[in-house]
């Protein structure tokens, strides 16, 4: 079945670390986009791309960064610079850019050890 | 500015009641809303989305109604079942913006 699957599910961060989610769709679809969730809120887009080696910053892009070396992938970097990085982190994809809903993986709890 | 938000953040309904889950925008020129259902430890999950040129758009038990003139949203769920309880959220697409704007969402619990 074609979707969107996020790796890991849940992930610990050590102080002055960088970690790194996965994220992989196999819906060929050309834009990707990374959201942050903290609880009893919406969410707040970090990073979107709409073509392979492309990207833009969302609202919330300061501590992160992105590549698109692969139309399927779309990983996400939580650099040391980011010091709230507890969150639930969930990755979309469409067909293209706007006036298409968002599918979405089943997301990557991230906590702080 | 723009902005997504929610009338109430918890609501409980006994199954077999319909629910209406409410939703305010501020940007008219917002173009394009969706519904979301998410459930916990998951992701959103597309339930229906409707164009600024329509009212209302039917689903399966749900319809989503748009009221332009005073940037409002609704989703209404036929005959609430308990695989419905989940949180809700809103979404509007600004023209030229680019974005999805995301509510905070309204947490729908079904009293058996």
């Known amino acids: 079945d074609g979707g969107i699957t996020q790796s890991p599910k849940y992930l610990f961060r050590k102080e002055g670390q960088n970690v790194t989610l996965s994220c992989e769709q196999n819906?060929?679809?050309?834009?990707m986009y990374w959201y942050r969730q903290d609880p009893g809120q919406g969410l707040r887009l970090i990073y979107y791309s709409q073509i392979v080696n492309d990207f833009q910053k969302g609202d919330i892009a300061e501590g992160y960064s992105v590549s698109r070396e692969k139309k399927e992938s779309f990983p996400l970097t939580v650099t040391s610079a980011q010091k709230n990085p507890t969150a639930f982190y969930l990755c979309?994809?469409?067909?293209?850019?706007?006036?298409?809903?968002?599918?979405f993986g089943d997301g990557t709890r991230l906590s702080i050890l | 500015g723009e902005s997504v938000g929610l009338h109430l953040p918890t609501l409980s309904v006994q199954e077999g009641d319909n629910s209406i889950i409410n939703c305010a925008y501020s940007n008219s020129a917002s173009d394009y809303f969706i519904w979301y259902k998410q459930e916990s430890g998951k992701g959103p999950q597309f339930i229906i989305d409707?164009?600024?040129?329509?009212d209302k758009r039917q689903g399966q038990r749900v319809t989503v109604l748009l009221n332009k003139t005073v940037k409002h949203l609704s989703l209404q769920i036929a005959a609430t079942q308990p695989g419905d309880s989940a949180v809700y959220f809103c979404a509007e697409n600004v023209q030229g913006a680019q974005k999805l704007v995301f509510g905070q969402g309204t947490r729908l619990t079904i009293n058996p």
């Open positions: 979309a994809s469409s067909l293209e850019r706007s006036n298409q809903p968002l599918h």
């Open positions: 819906l060929n679809h050309d834009a």
């Open positions: 409707i164009r600024s040129n329509m």
